[in-house]
Structure formats: C-alpha cells, structure tokens
C-alpha cells in the first residue's frame, strides 16, 4: 500500500515540475483512494466522492497554481511517511494539516463564486 501511495506522489511530482494541474488533481484523488484503502476504510472514500463535485470546483478556484501542488506534495509525504512508520497519531495529524488547507478558501471562493457555494 505504501508503495501505491509513493508511486502516486512521484506521479504527482511529475505533474507539478510540468505545471499540469488537472493530472495532478486526478492523482490527488487516486492518492485519497489509495489512502482510504490502505486504511481498511475504502467506504470512506465512497462517502467522499458524493459531494466531490462542489469540493472540485472549490478547489479550481482557491487552489490553481503551482505554490499549491507544491505544499499538497509535501502534506502528501508526511502522510506517506506516517503511515510508514506505523506512527496513527501523527498520520492523523498530517490528515488534519493537509485537509485545513480546505477551510481558509471558503471566504474566497464564497467571493469569487457566491453561487458554488449557495443552496439553491
């Protein structure tokens, strides 16, 4: 499982040094799936493909560069990491640092994209 997820993040390293943000993006799903998997909780990654479409489009808008692969990688191997060394506390921590990332955007996709983020 662990070499799953290393194969994903040198995939995903590729991607970034040739700026291909949506291949990054796919991989970052494969990566969360593989994750899940390896976990023994692959429903979880089911519950979180429902509303995926609305978190695809937030992250278009709040995440579209280069500086934000860069940072997923490196959340990506602390994971990888963690889980490496057998260590859950710490790879729960690595999950939380890396799905804080998600919060601070909301007020600027809310301004971008009011209706994204609006029940209609």
Not at 3 to 26: I, K, T
Not at 98 to 108: A, D, E, F, I, M
Request: hydrophobic share 45%; charged share 25%; aromatic share 4%.
């Amino acid at each position: 499982a662990i070499a799953a997820l290393r194969e994903v993040l040198v995939r995903q390293s590729e991607c970034a040094r040739e700026g291909d943000l949506a291949l990054f993006r796919r991989l970052g799903d494969e990566f969360h799936a593989a994750l899940a998997a390896a976990a023994g909780m692959p429903g979880v990654w089911a519950l979180v493909r429902q509303p995926k479409t609305h978190l695809d489009r937030y992250r278009a808008l709040v995440n579209p560069g280069p500086a934000r692969m860069t940072a997923a990688l490196g959340e990506h191997g602390d994971i990888i990491r963690a889980v490496e060394s057998r260590h859950p506390g710490r790879a729960a921590q690595a999950m939380r640092t890396h799905l804080r990332h998600v919060v601070p955007g909301l007020s600027v996709a809310l301004a971008l994209k009011p209706e994204y983020l609006t029940a209609r």
